[in-house]
């Protein structure tokens, strides 16, 4: 008899609070919203979505995600381009199958989405590192390690970044595409946080430049809806789709998730993706100010930047070896995820990341409260 039966792949310890946990809230999780749109797409007695599915994808639900993307970019997006996914983390496996051989070199932002890293671990990639700085990829660091290495692709997070929180500036992302063009790599664009925004700045996404064959969008459902969907789309030049399209993975399964589009679809025209990224941006965003002040107040020798979306404040506490601090703050009954782990070389040790997306305001005030007691121990 085993008392503890896997569900989700979260598990936290009762009386813990793990400011690490980068996943949404079970409570924000819109159970309502799915199960409409599930009712609907049962009601239509059509069985066309439990057979195999196009291999880009429904159609109709790509349809239904350009509309969507249409309203939220300010232009239009082409369902032809849009290939379907199980999530950006499929995504990236497949371009890594489909663009690149074990040994090639990539580039990635230092510091980085550390599951990204491992995914490219998988592929027995060369992973070279790329600098930032507060507004996002440093495009000096670029020009320099192009002339060192042919990378085979970057691989950015340009909005609201994890673990950073920064955002690559206009002028940056123009200067990017053109390298990708002169120097023939491709941009893989994680643009998975673009509608978590909780300022007003309009962003231009990597999506508005995927008429070239060097750009490619990436985004995903699981922030802005539900991540168990494993549901997400690729932004991308037809040439670039069909390398993917024609692969032996969907010529035998077919495309991927057509159940799941096809309920997803009727929550798109139900206005209730829209509906549910407006409750998400106000609920974030009150938890953001949360921790904000808290850290202010009871780590002022933090440094950090307060981002405008996304999910993660990306902390720098100097002097301080994050990782012995990890297992002390077990003590204390509180998680952060230690800077190292973002770092394809080892560095960033003196960094944490916290996430103000899992729990309430109450837990992070009292999650920070537990981390202050931990470093004020610790330090003597
Ligand atoms: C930058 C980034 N990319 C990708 C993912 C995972 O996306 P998906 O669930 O679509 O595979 C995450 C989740 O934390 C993320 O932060």
């Not at 400011?19 to 924000?28: E, S, T, V």
């Not at 990639?125 to 020009?143: F, M």
């Not at 995927?210 to 030049?237: C, N, Y």
Request: proline share 5%; hydrophobic share 40%; net charge negative.
């Amino acid at each position: 008899m085993t008392d503890y039966i896997p569900t989700s792949q979260i598990y936290i310890p009762p009386g813990m609070i793990d400011l690490g946990a980068g996943d949404p809230d079970f409570a924000l999780l819109p159970l309502d919203m799915l199960q409409r749109a599930a009712e609907a797409c049962f009601a239509k007695n059509d069985s066309s979505f439990l057979q195999y599915g196009d291999e880009q994808g429904d159609g109709y639900f790509r349809l239904a995600l350009a509309e969507f993307l249409r309203l939220g970019y300010g232009f239009p997006v082409d369902f032809n381009d849009l290939f379907v996914t199980n999530g950006i983390s499929n995504a990236l496996d497949m371009i890594c199958a489909h663009f690149t051989r074990p040994g090639d070199t990539i580039f990635v932002e230092e510091p980085t989405y550390f599951l990204a890293l491992r995914i490219f671990e998988d592929h027995d990639l060369q992973i070279v590192p790329v600098q930032t700085d507060a507004d996002g990829l440093v495009i000096d660091s670029l020009e320099e390690k192009l002339h060192e290495f042919q990378p085979k692709f970057l691989y950015t997070v340009p909005t609201f970044q994890n673990p950073g929180g920064y955002t690559l500036t206009q002028d940056r992302r123009e200067r990017s595409v053109q390298l990708s063009q002169e120097h023939g790599f491709l941009i893989v664009a994680d643009e998975v946080y673009h509608f978590l925004n909780y300022s007003d700045q309009k962003i231009k996404p990597f999506a508005a430049y995927t008429d070239l064959e060097t750009v490619i969008s990436l985004s995903s459902f699981s922030k802005i809806l539900a991540p168990g969907l494993r549901l997400g789309w690729m932004q991308a030049h037809p040439n670039n789709i069909k390398r993917l399209t024609t692969s032996g993975l969907l010529d035998s399964g077919g495309g991927l998730n057509p159940f799941t589009s096809a309920i997803v679809r009727e929550l798109i025209e139900a206005g209730d993706l829209e509906q549910n990224i407006l409750n998400l941006i106000a609920t974030y965003r009150s938890r953001l100010k949360v921790m904000d002040r808290v850290l202010r107040r009871e780590l002022p020798q933090s440094e950090f930047k307060t981002p405008d979306g996304g999910f993660f404040f990306w902390i720098r506490l100097p002097g301080v070896d994050t990782g012995q601090l990890r297992d002390a703050a077990q003590e204390f009954n509180v998680g952060f995820r230690q800077g190292i782990l973002f770092s394809s070389q080892g560095g960033m040790q003196d960094y944490i990341r916290l996430c103000y997306a899992f729990y309430d305001e109450e837990k992070i005030e009292e999650g920070i409260q537990r981390l202050r007691q931990c470093l004020a121990s610790f330090s003597k």
